[in-house]
């Protein structure tokens, strides 16, 4: 199965733009998982869920990320994109994609998750 690893993290100045790419999290065998998403985890604290999309296509963001994030699939490459826009120096962090189950949204939590990335870094300066 194709290892989960992020790219397009680094260091930036507040303001700019990046984009987080990761090959689309699914089951073994291929099926896809309910949720997608992208979590943040800050120094050594815990990760939280930062945007999802789920299977529908609906998708949630956190308030701090709301108008600067999208959250995205692209199933002709099948990867899972996190655009990021307008960045701020309270963006930095370990990025990880990552697939799970239900309740997705802003409310998804680490016990959710079934598959993760091995997550990118972002630092943002001011």
């Known amino acids: 199965q194709v290892p989960l690893v992020e790219s397009g993290g680094g260091s930036v100045q507040a303001g700019d733009s990046l984009r987080l790419t990761c090959p689309a999290p699914t089951f073994i065998n291929g099926e896809e998982y309910y949720c997608l998403g992208w979590f943040r985890q800050i120094a050594a604290g815990q990760s939280t869920v930062v945007a999802t999309?789920?299977?529908?296509?609906?998708?949630t963001y956190v308030d701090s990320v709301q108008g600067r994030f999208t959250i995205s699939r692209d199933k002709v490459k099948n990867t899972l994109d996190l655009q990021m826009i307008n960045l701020k120096p309270e963006d930095t962090g370990i990025y990880y994609c990552?697939?799970?189950?239900?309740?997705?949204?802003?409310?998804?939590?680490?016990?959710?998750?079934?598959?993760w990335g091995r997550g990118t870094h972002v630092t943002v300066s001011s």
């Open positions: 990552a697939g799970g189950g239900t309740p997705c949204g802003t409310t998804w939590r680490a016990y959710n998750v079934h598959k």
């Open positions: 999309l789920d299977k529908y296509g609906t998708t």
